[in-house]
């Protein structure tokens, strides 16, 4: 197998495993609702080992709530000056994670944080300095 193949592979495997435990589904579990006699084709596939049979992509993708370009988004491929294909996260990748990290914060913050999360919002859009914030509101 060729060094694009594996990667592929083994990017490919590992947003199946992310998704699949997201789900909270065993991989036989997996297996099962795509019409597999066992969990070993599912081993294989999150490892990197083996591709997604084309047969079963929609399936897996469907069980899964996913799209099938999920399997494969983030990530832009390269070819280093050695020849060697790399991954390189893509810039949409990060943008995504931090969005995502700081959803998560400001679902979990107290009042008095999410005030503060708006003030800086407003500092970095270049919000009118002397408009008063929502925590000055409060007070």
């Not at 997996?30 to 399936?59: H, M, R, W």
């Not at 832009?76 to 000056?81: A, G, H, N, V």
């Not at 503060?116 to 002397?130: C, E, H, N, S, T």
């Amino acid at each position: 197998m060729d060094n694009f193949k594996k990667a592929l592979y083994k990017h490919t495997g590992e947003r199946l495993r992310r998704a699949r435990m997201m789900r909270g589904m065993s991989q036989t579990e997996l297996a099962q609702a795509v019409g597999y006699s066992d969990s070993t084709t599912i081993f294989k596939i999150e490892k990197g080992l083996q591709k997604i049979p084309n047969a079963k992509i929609q399936k897996i993708c469907y069980v899964l709530g996913i799209e099938p370009g999920y399997l494969t988004e983030g990530f832009d491929f390269r070819i280093t000056p050695e020849g060697k294909i790399t991954m390189v996260e893509s810039i949409g990748a990060k943008r995504d994670a931090l969005i995502r990290e700081g959803m998560n914060y400001l679902y979990n913050a107290t009042p008095s944080e999410l005030m503060k999360a708006v003030d800086i919002l407003r500092i970095i859009v270049g919000g009118d300095p002397d408009e008063r914030s929502i925590t000055d509101m409060e007070q």
